[in-house]
């Protein structure tokens, strides 16, 4: 088990340039799986007994010794590597969806007043926050299916901060939040190959589509399978006159969906399928038709109707049959589980980053109002509100990393007498541990298991820190 931890850890060697920033990021990555409390980046010198001051950690977050794309498409590699994905036919099962994160810092960059659709009385309609979008791809052993976190941005309340940049990549984080995921996801395809990528209602829009379009026009790996409203109106084609003089029309007659569930009822076939780990009777209409208005591109719509619930699927991909769709979507409650794993054991949003040089929050600023960030006109104030931006985005990354340890961990050695010492459960759940279950394993083992192993660069990196051990590198200053 600390053996996979060690190998993995030190294949990110490349993506640095400085040796003393790699081995900070290790040091972070065990501090963050070992660490008891969630108080920011101190519990990484608590939870593990480092003798180091508070600067020298905290400096590796804004370090120019690394890039968040290089360590992005590594983490990629070493997924591809080391799990065991999911696949529907020859193409992957990826999934994507936004997370929003309570925070209230008057100096931090990104924070923005944010609307919550939650049917949970306890979240409130609006908080003040960050708003993430993820991509996930899924990994499965035996019944249980983990969604491995690939990656996380900002996409919202930074797009004035990436406008001070010339770089492409950086124009391309000025778009919304709905594009930007396309754009997220479809880099992380290209480590994959062919993908599937799963995604919620809000996602079905032109821009997403056409952005989809310009994404696969140089690689065309990657299509959508997500989820219509109950108003969706979609179109015939459009009937073809021979002689008629004028412009094609580009659509036909239009269709509200919703009104199949009545109007189509007999043409509507029954089947099995595989929904949300259970067995389910299911009764589903399929057919392909034009949607968004001034696009007009053929999309595949599946009805489908089971236990009192109907909805409206959609897939871009139109040689997916009409169950495949079904059941693909049925797997994209997965990142919200690896969401709530994120928050609730690894605490990756616990972060506290910000910058003197950020315009302070004004929470009564009307929509008609500068954005104040276009009153920072200096060249050393916008540098050091991006390296904000980049350590906040550098931590959730590493936990990121954390998180797909953890799940692979799981993957690798559920049922082998290494993980066998598992917490008590009142009800028996499943063969291969959760996130929760193995963290706990390794907060109670992990110090003892770099001392059985102590030879592995992994466990020198840690000891060398903890001041107990010497580099052997440079035997006359701690690592």
Known sequence: MIELINNILMEFRSCFSREATFKWFVVIIAGLIVRTDFLGVTSVIRGLFLSVDYMGLIGFFRSNAW?????????????????????????????????????????????????????NSSKADYIWGHLFGGVGILAQKDDKCFCIPLALTLQDGVKPIFGWEEKEEEKQRQTSHVTEMVILAHKQAESFGKSILLLDRLFLSVPALQMLDKCNASNPIMQ?????????????????????????????????????FKTAKGQFHSAIARLYGKTENISYYCLDLLWGKGLYQMLRFVLVEYNGIQSILVSTDLTLGPLDIIQLYGRRFGIEVMFREMKQVVSAFGY????????????????????????????????????????????????????????????????????????????????????????????????????????????????????????????NEAA
């Not at 498409?73 to 994905?85: D, F, G, H, R, S």
């Not at 907060?443 to 298991?449: A, C, E, W």
């Not at 592995?456 to 990196?461: C, D, E, F, V």
């Open 67 to 119: 890039s968040l794309e290089t360590l992005t498409a590594k983490w990629c590699a070493l997924v591809q590597k080391n799990a065991p994905i999911v696949k529907h036919g020859d193409a992957v099962v990826m999934v994507g969806d936004g997370v929003k994160e309570s925070k209230e810092g008057r100096r931090m960059p990104g924070v923005k007043r944010l609307h919550q659709e939650s049917d």
């Open 224 to 260: 959508i399978v997500t989820k219509a409203k109950r108003n969706c109106v979609a179109y015939h084609l459009p009937e073809v006159i021979p002689g008629k003089r004028g412009r094609p029309r580009k659509k036909g007659e239009p269709v509200k969906l919703f009104n199949l």
């Open 352 to 475: 506290r980053f910000w910058s003197k040089y950020m315009p302070k929050l004004n929470r009564f600023k009307k929509k008609s109002d500068p954005d104040p960030l276009d009153e920072v006109k200096s060249l050393k104030g916008q540098e050091r509100i991006k390296l904000a931006v980049k350590a906040i985005e550098g931590f959730v990354f590493c936990a990121i990393v954390v998180t797909g340890l953890l799940q692979m961990v799981s993957l690798r050695f559920s049922g082998t007498d290494e993980l066998a010492n598992l917490r008590y459960l009142r009800t028996y759940r499943n063969s291969v541990a959760s996130e929760a279950t193995v963290v706990d394993f390794l907060r109670r083992n992990f110090i003892s298991l770099l001392h059985r192993y102590s030879g592995l660069p992994l466990a020198k990196i840690v000891f060398a820190k903890q001041g107990g051990l010497i580099d052997s590198e440079n035997s």
